[in-house]
């Protein structure tokens, strides 16, 4: 899917989650000391946020030119650069902290970016993949509720949580842990909708899309519409001089 067209759409509608910001600044233990590196940033809303709120070095890497130029707008305390996580051109041992936001459904070869985050953390650095459990995509308001089609788009989209787990034990990682970010809010705007500001709704058919909006219209009419915007985050550190001890499982919310 090509990126850039969406670039606008992108920077006007798509913010932080709160809750997701929260835990990526404590969980990562984030100070102006910090090496911090976002894969696939888009337009640049979390790596931004947390320069600004920590003082960190931050780098934002995305394959879409669009995205970044938006992001570039936003910031020019962060170094944003082309690039892919399955390759990435930075040096060994250089980050405390490489995450993604809802980006790991678009990436082909995950084992491989998860070797290359592993490769580029420093000894003790943390990994971070912010994502969605399969339970959380079945229940999301209001896509499952207004375009019940994405869910079954974006479950063969999606690796669950055990794979991920099994994924980050191969590259190397430890102390694998699971954090859910929960945020709910009501909104009477839904241009991002309109304007499909999220690439699940790319994955339809256009009479779903279509029907999906005009009953939000109509709904909205009553009462603002209700949002719940589910994560979950999936931990990982990289220790020197120690072997990989296998979790049993992952948590699912």
Known sequence: ?????????????????????????SAG?????SRVLEVGCGTGNYITALQ??????????DPSAGMLAR?????????????????LEMPDSQFDLVFSVDVIHHIEDRPAF??????VLRPGGQVCTVTESEAMIRSRRPFAVYFPDTVAADLRRYPSIASLH????EAGFVEIQDQPAEFSFR?????????????????????????????????????????VSRYVLVWGRKVAGRRNTPRNGAGVW
């Open 1 to 25: 899917m090509d990126y850039d067209p969406l670039a606008r759409e992108y920077a006007l509608h798509r913010a932080v989650q709160p809750e997701v910001l929260k835990q990526l600044l």
């Open 29 to 33: 233990a984030i100070t102006a000391a």
């Open 52 to 61: 600004q709120a920590t003082g960190c070095q931050g780098w934002g890497i």
């Open 71 to 87: 992001a570039r707008e936003r910031s020019s305390a962060v170094d944003f650069q082309i690039g892919r996580g399955e390759k």
């Open 114 to 119: 998860l070797r290359e985050a592993h490769r």
């Open 166 to 169: 099994r994924m980050m034990e």
């Open 187 to 227: 909104t009477g705007d839904i241009q991002g909708f309109r304007d499909r500001a999220y690439s699940c709704l790319y994955l339809i058919p256009e009479e779903a899309f279509r029907q999906g909006i005009d009953q939000m219209e109509q709904d909205m009419q009553a009462a603002p519409i209700q949002w």
